[in-house]
């Protein structure tokens, strides 16, 4: 990549632990655990940290041994760490049962609510300058499930970065497990203040349905997405928007992307590309940070989509939320060209 391409790319969010249970069993099952960090803005950053730009996240860790081990994991990723605060002694969690054939693989929280991130003030980044200096800045729709600090903390954030001339990056990443049933009345609220912020928006036709309230005239998903996606981008004045299809085949998966520009009025989809699971968590992260290379390279449409593409495909591949692909190993799968042996 090109020196004059080289961008700071900074995150919001949560540090989890990644617990998983090894050889596919179950918890019930199992006597060991594997563990790892992680965290949406942790996977999106440092794979772009592997494409050559320079990379923090604004965050609270534990001040114990777990904030240590944590912090130790995202300085062995490249990560900066003037953005890192110690607090508290709680780290969020999550256990991964890895499933197998027609049984699915399963995810159980643990420690959310009140660790040190999602415990921490609402001023507590103020004196950070963070939007100065990030040239892209990536929040996840996670965190707006979590409080109103949180809520607060994202918006703030967001606003002073766009404020500064920065490109907001927000991934919708809608769960409603994550939304108490009161919360959820507040939920389009919350995502459509995030939408007026942002510059680059991850998202399918079913945020715009389900979160948003859109109405579509087909049940075609990729009719929905021709349909709805500009009405999107026009409501809110996001200049991209960009997400993926994802098809559910008896001998893997099917991978679909697509991009739309708002100052051209160009939706482009990616070629479909099959792809054999072995650990699909954080193959959604690979594909934005795809996304945003694209972006900052000046890629056109149809280039950066299935770049993303091929960096999402990858990462299914790779066991752990954090694929670290190298952009040789991206333009391989793009062009088709997987070898057999590397030798």
Not at 136 to 154: K, P
Not at 231 to 246: C, L, P
């Amino acid at each position: 990549m090109a020196k004059a391409n080289l961008k700071q790319i900074t995150s919001f969010g949560e540090v989890m632990m990644r617990l998983e249970v090894p050889s596919h069993l179950t918890l019930s099952q199992s006597r060991s655990l594997n563990y790892s960090f992680t965290g949406t803005g942790v996977n999106v950053v440092a794979a772009l940290i592997k494409l050559g730009h320079q990379g923090a996240i604004v965050t609270t860790l534990p001040s114990n041994s777990l904030g240590d081990a944590a912090e130790a994991s995202l300085r062995g990723l490249g990560f900066q760490m003037e953005y890192v605060r110690r607090e508290g002694q709680l780290l969020g969690s999550y256990f991964l049962e890895t499933g197998y054939g027609p049984r699915k693989s399963k995810v159980t929280y643990a420690s959310r609510k009140n660790s040190s991130f999602n415990s921490a003030s609402r001023d507590v980044y103020d004196h950070l300058p963070v939007a100065k200096e990030s040239d892209y800045f990536h929040l996840c729709g996670i965190g707006l499930a979590m409080n109103e600090e949180i809520r607060y903390q994202m918006k703030t954030l967001a606003g002073e970065v766009k404020s500064q001339g920065g490109t907001v990056v927000f991934d919708c990443n809608f769960r409603a497990s994550l939304w108490s049933e009161e919360e959820k009345k507040q939920a389009k609220h919350h995502y459509e203040d995030m939408l007026r912020l942002s510059d680059i928006v991850m998202m399918n036709e079913r945020d715009a349905i389900s979160l948003l309230g859109y109405e579509a005239s087909s049940d075609d998903r990729l009719d929905q997405i021709k349909e709805l996606i500009p009405r999107i981008a026009e409501d809110y004045h996001i200049r991209v928007i960009s997400g993926t299809q994802r098809t559910i085949e008896a001998d893997g998966h099917s991978i679909q992307g697509f991009l739309y520009r708002k100052e051209t009025g160009g939706m482009t989809f990616g070629k479909p590309m099959r792809v054999q699971v072995l650990d699909r968590i954080g193959a959604g992260d690979a594909y934005t940070a795809g996304i945003i290379h694209g972006e900052i390279c000046g890629y056109d449409p149809g280039y950066t989509v299935q770049y993303a593409t091929a960096a999402s495909v990858l990462a299914h591949t790779i066991i752990g939320d954090t694929a670290l692909s190298s952009e040789e190993d991206i333009l391989q799968v793009m062009n088709e060209l997987v070898l057999d042996i590397e030798r």
